[in-house]
């Protein structure tokens, strides 16, 4: 129980951070209302979700709620996994697998308002919106630091954002998860604290033996997916 609170505790004070810095503002509340809501949220779904949930950590041989979370988005697979760990040193394991039921856009990375894009790159969930039009969401960072500086070589403004992980079944440029897993989502990321959750969204599962990169986006996009294969293979695929 305790641990649980410090969990949330982390994702009320990183999301309080976000407000703060200016980094996206939920649509129905702010501050310390939106983090009531988001306590609210777990004593609501926390059991449930937590009872659906603690198997598959059983199964990985690791406590529930865990120290670190990793996620990782495929768009082509339509695929999100979740790795967890509870050392330090970030030896992973597998968790669960869940369908993105809706993702609009394309291959390739997210570079203007209206797109439609899925971004891709390396992120972190800011803060957690209880009051969601799509039921439950997680708000991602982008655009992050390395989105910035390609927009302004590039020359490129207004690069959009509100990007979340939610429910429902329809998406405009985020990851639609339906509801059942997103209530799953949300519990693991305000137990865990959105401080210690990473998302790594690719074009397509690049640990895949011949896996190639997606043609026709942006130079930079090359150095982008190499460091993003890198990364995965801590992430043993699945047999």
Known sequence: ????????????????????????????AA????????????????????????????????????????????????SLEVWASNRADGAWRFVREYPILAASGELGPKLRQGD???????YRVLWLNPYSQYHLSMKINYPNVFDFDMAKKEKRTNLGGDIFIH?????????????????????????????????????????RPGSVWPS????????????????LSKFPRKP
């Open 1 to 28: 129980m305790r641990r649980a609170r410090r969990g949330l505790g982390a994702a009320v004070l990183v999301l309080l951070a976000g407000l703060v810095l200016g980094l996206g503002k939920p649509p129905a």
């Open 216 to 231: 026709g986006g942006p130079q930079w996009a090359a150095g982008l997916y190499v460091r993003l294969a890198a990364a």
């Open 31 to 78: 501050g310390a209302s939106l983090g009531a809501g988001v306590e609210a949220a777990l004593v609501r779904y926390g059991p449930s979700a937590s009872q659906r949930l603690k198997p598959f950590f059983e199964k990985a041989q690791l406590t529930f709620p865990p120290r670190r979370v990793t996620l990782l988005a495929f768009k082509e697979e339509r």
């Open 167 to 207: 429910g429902n079944q329809v998406s405009a440029g985020c990851l639609a998860m339906g509801d059942e897993a997103i209530e799953e989502l949300f519990v693991l990321a305000g137990r865990t604290g959105t401080a210690n959750i990473d998302v790594l969204i690719s074009p397509r599962d690049l640990r």
């Open 116 to 122: 439609l894009q899925v971004p891709e790159g390396f």
